[in-house]
């Protein structure tokens, strides 16, 4: 397709794929809020029960290896129907899992099908918008995921409330078969060039490919930087509700409404991007994402006053999603070959730099060091954006 042009319907098709990511994240978030009251009714213990967001991270993650080149040997948007149509089986089960262990094996179930979702998604939409266009179109597409996460907490925690947890997976079900039904009935304005060629590469040669990819200087610079924002940005967001509980004695329940605020941050980022438009691809933006970021960890570090934090987490979410953004854009840019594999594994490195970032918090907080945190993203982050910055490529006016 010539980037110079846009196929008719990909609004609709990227507004449908921007539902699909909604679900995958309102799973990826739907047990936060409910892991108490299961163990309480599953006679578990903590750790036990945070089987059932571990083992769905664990599968979302090591998926990425496999739907990184499945989406260069077949269709990408028939690949997103057939996960999103699979996350309704386990979504189902969880909602009428009789034990632990089932509950267990269904969140690893939807988990496996999620993992597809979302950077099949971004591929998808790299083939459908050209280059000018694209970072506006990704940012669109984020509204859904940030809106599915914020959603995925509420309706876990009034799920818990009511006593109805069953039910926060029953509705994820409907929404799920919902979305792959329409999934379906518009694939086919695919335009043919999204679609895989008729003579697909082989496995082994995908996974050469990307080990090729990891190694190149133009994707190497870009996965280093994801790894380090998700270590930077998650380490600190992941301990804020504990930072409120401590120093200003908040609830850990009107603590987490600091994370709502994020993903509000987030939104708003969204909405911006459209106006925005190729002047987002300018080298400055990545570098005023990630002081962005850094100015909301100053300002925990500081703050006399709750409020002050609230205000920091939607400073960091519109922050960090204008920086997560140039970093997609600019793997969609150097992965054009292959976007799946591109998009997996930024994803794959994501989930490496997150976890590690999150370990490490966590054992800074274990020697009483939980302000450290905060210190190391604020110095941190203005020197993340400076190095992304200097790996912007523009595409269109500037």
Known sequence: MPTSERPAGSSRLIFLLALAAFASSASFRVCDPMLPDLADRFGGTAGQVAMIITGFTVAYGAMQLIYGPLGERFERFRIVTLATLCCALGSVGAALAPNLPTLVACRVLTGICAAGIIPMSMACIASLVPPGERQAALARFFSGQILGMVCGQIVGGLAVDFGVWRIAFALLTLLYLAIAFALWRNAGEVPQQAAAGSQPPSIASLYLAAGRMIGSAPLRGVLLCFF????????????????????????????????????????????????LGPRLNRQRFPVLAACLVAAANAICLFAGDSGWIFAAAFISGFGYYLLHNALLFQTTQRGAQAPSLAMALSISIFFVGQSAGIAAAGWLVDQGRLTTIFALAALGMPLLGLFTGRRVRAVGPS
């Open 228 to 275: 380090f924002e998700a270590a930077l940005v998650f380490a600190a967001l992941a301990f804020i509700p504990l930072y409120l509980h401590e120093r200003f004695g908040l609830s850990l329940g009107q603590a987490s409404l600091a994370l709502l605020l994020y993903g509000a941050g987030g939104l708003l980022f969204s909405f911006t991007a459209a106006r």
